[in-house]
């Protein structure tokens, strides 16, 4: 392999930014000490009610897992988010919203933004929410998506936002296994121009979930959607009949903030759970650092809200420190594939954060929608979801950031609820590719399959030796579920599920999940989820579904499909199975590739080689392994000659 390009810390980052090189070491070294020191320290950056005394209580041990930090400490998120920034800051802006038209936005200052969240919290009281209850948020990317969640946290309620894309099977799954009795959303979002029909999902998603007593709906597009009596209630409507006065309810630092469901290997999403005080110490104190916040600054992250990325860096780590937060609702191509950098000219934004997947997407389009843009505010540029391919990163380096802005490559997971590797631009220098160096209080061990840790320059699974403050506690329901799927591979340490590369420098290098997990233009999208959705289909006998490499996506999701005896394979019933997972999962998780299999690769024992059927996928058969031991060794050999990936 050839040595990568690296790129030096600029000397102007090394003297403004809040690390250089040295307060990196000096702090890293602190943290890792002293976690204990440098945590208790360290939580005081954001408002406590009742400050903690404790600091950390964890243990890994299958047999008494549980993390607790700051756990005497009590604090509200909203108020961190919020109230702490009136005496100062009451009229800047806190966020910035862009429509899916140019000619739409609106900004929202501290102040408004306080008055908007506790009419929102009072709504939610009186429809009976309190303390404790989980409420579902399923919203497009508009200002009351926020005030919402901030809501949530206000009163003391554990929000579980689920991403607008998701279908009303998907939805309704994630409002029964956390039993919530509330959903939030909207008439209809709006996304590149098209419409989606969020509440006509969930009153299909409801037909399931007898439980949910009130829905409430705020008008986006005026589109004409069903009301049904006694359950729904127009946002508007409720609000008028609300004061601005919340105080904010008083929360333990260990009490739920969120539940957040993610793709994992087997079985059905799960529901992370986050809570109060550690992840807001952890979300504040990594967007503080790595994106080197200062006041002045507009930042710019283009997740959707219903990820963890838009949880922790559009919502809780910029508002907690005060920052001006930009939110987008539309797509980086509407109406053209200048759009993102025009939204920088616009709002002069400072700091931008993206997903791998966009570059790739608009760097098809050549330079030229760039160029024709100014991009000057642009100071630092992020990257996050997925792995940076070094072509990628040199467009975004040379092309939009004209060689003068550092890029982060910032590495961190739903469960981690903040980045845990990543550059910190005025500390570390780059290399493409790389997600460099792990944060404060993070020590990543990578361990072999038998869980030997492996030192130096190396590579293997990837795991955290110890705790941090921003973890997730618990699958909401499932303790046990949480155990084995973390901690029980490699005991003592949490398993990322990645695998990846130390060089001889210490820097990180993802290479992508050694699980089944996909991960398709940066969304986690478990193999098992879209061959229980195939395999639900009337025609379908089994199915078996792998990733390929993907120009665009990253990954694309590659089906091998057996039908039912009798049913005949045709260009009509791809399509059909194509739009029947759209439909049970979502959009994102359409396959992109059907092979229809007259029979699957199987060990005597039954189980499917997946190895053999990746590599197929792959387009690489040259070393498929041992295939002796298969049942029937003839059936690779069919699915080579009818392989749907020929590139
Ligand atoms: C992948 C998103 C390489 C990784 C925040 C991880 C990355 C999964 C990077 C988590 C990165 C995320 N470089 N891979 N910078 N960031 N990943 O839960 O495989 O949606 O395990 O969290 O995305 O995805 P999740």
Redesign the pocket.
């Known amino acids: 392999m050839s040595e990568p390009q690296i790129f030096p810390v600029p000397q102007d980052w090394a003297r403004r930014a809040y690390a250089d090189e040295n307060a990196y070491r000096k702090m890293y070294e602190a943290s890792i000490d002293n976690p204990e020191g440098f945590w208790r320290e360290h939580g005081q950056r954001i408002d406590w009610i009742k400050p903690y005394t404790k600091v950390k209580n964890v243990s890994y041990d299958k047999g008494d897992l549980h993390i607790r930090w700051f756990e005497d400490g009590t604090l509200n998120a909203s108020a961190n988010c919020i109230d702490r920034h009136l005496a100062h800051r009451a009229d800047k802006v806190a966020i910035i919203w862009e429509g899916d038209e140019p000619t739409d936005d609106k900004k929202i200052t501290y102040r408004e933004l306080h008055e908007e969240v506790c009419k929102f919290a009072n709504v939610l009281k009186a429809q009976g929410i309190k303390k404790g209850d989980r409420v579902t948020i399923y919203m497009p990317m508009i200002p009351e998506a926020a005030y919402a969640m901030l809501a949530c946290a206000r009163i003391g309620a554990v929000h579980s936002v689920v991403f607008g894309g998701f279908s009303p099977d998907s939805l309704a799954g994630r409002i029964e296994d956390c039993a919530s009795n509330c959903v939030i959303t909207a008439d209809e979002g709006v996304r590149g121009g098209r419409k989606i029909p969020l509440k006509a999902n969930t009153d299909k998603a409801l037909e399931k979930c007898p439980d949910v007593k009130s829905v409430i709906v705020v008008k986006r597009t005026g589109g004409d959607v069903a009301m049904k009596d006694g359950r729904d209630v127009w946002y508007e409507e409720a609000k008028a009949k609300v004061g601005a006065d919340c105080p904010p309810e008083e929360m333990n630092a260990e009490d739920p903030l969120f539940i957040l469901y993610?793709s994992g290997s087997t079985g059905k999403p799960k529901g992370v759970m986050h809570t109060t005080g550690g992840y807001m110490v952890y979300t504040s104190m990594t967007h503080h650092y790595v994106f080197d916040y200062h006041d002045d600054d507009v930042y710019w992250c283009t997740a959707d809200v219903g990820?963890?990325?838009g949880h922790s860096y559009i919502l809780y780590g910029p508002l907690a420190n005060g920052a001006t937060t930009l939110m987008f609702e539309g797509v980086p191509t509407y109406p053209s594939p200048s759009r993102s950098w025009e939204v920088c000219d616009k709002h002069g934004v400072n700091i931008f954060y993206t997903a791998p997947t966009a570059l790739r997407a608009l760097m098809r389009e050549g330079e030229g929608p760039v160029k024709k843009t100014s991009r000057k505010s642009l100071r630092l540029l992020g990257?996050?979801?997925?792995?940076?391919n070094p072509e990628a990163w040199l467009w975004y380096y040379n092309v939009v950031g004209e060689g003068r802005c550092p890029i982060v490559?910032?590495?961190?997971?739903?469960?981690?609820g903040g980045i845990l590797?990543?550059p910190l631009p005025g500390a570390t220098a780059l290399k493409p590719g790389s997600?460099t160096l792990p944060f404060f209080g993070i020590k990543p061990v990578l361990v072999d399959n038998e869980g030997k840790e492996l030192e130096g320059a190396t590579q293997g699974n990837l795991c955290i030796a110890d705790s941090w403050p921003g973890q997730m506690r618990t699958v909401y329901g499932d303790h046990q579920r949480f155990i084995d799927t973390y901690f029980s591979q490699f005991p003592g340490k949490y398993f990322?599920?990645?695998g990846c590369r130390r060089d001889e420098d210490g820097y990180y290098w993802?290479t992508?999940?050694v699980d089944d997990?996909l991960?398709v233009s940066?969304?986690?999208m478990g193999t098992a989820e879209v061959e229980s959705a195939l395999v639900a289909h009337a025609k379908v006998a089994e199915a078996a579904v792998v990733g390929y490499p993907h120009d665009i996506k990253g990954q694309g999701i590659y089906a091998y499909v057996t039908l039912n005896v009798g049913e005949e394979p045709s260009e009509e019933l791809r399509k059909e199975l194509v739009q029947w997972v759209r439909s049970e999962i979502g959009p994102i998780a359409s396959p992109d590739l059907i092979q229809w299999a007259p029979g699957l690769p199987k060990t005597r024992s039954g189980k499917i080689m997946r190895r053999i059927l990746r590599k197929i996928a792959e387009n690489d058969f040259s070393n498929l392994g041992d295939t002796s031991t298969l049942a029937d060794p003839g059936v690779v050999n069919d699915l080579i000659d009818n392989r749907q990936n020929k590139s």
């Open positions: 993610t990820w963890v990325t990257s996050v979801g997925e792995p940076i490559d910032t590495w961190w997971q739903t469960e981690t590797i990543s997600a990322t599920g990645d993802i992508g999940r997990v991960n940066g969304h986690r």
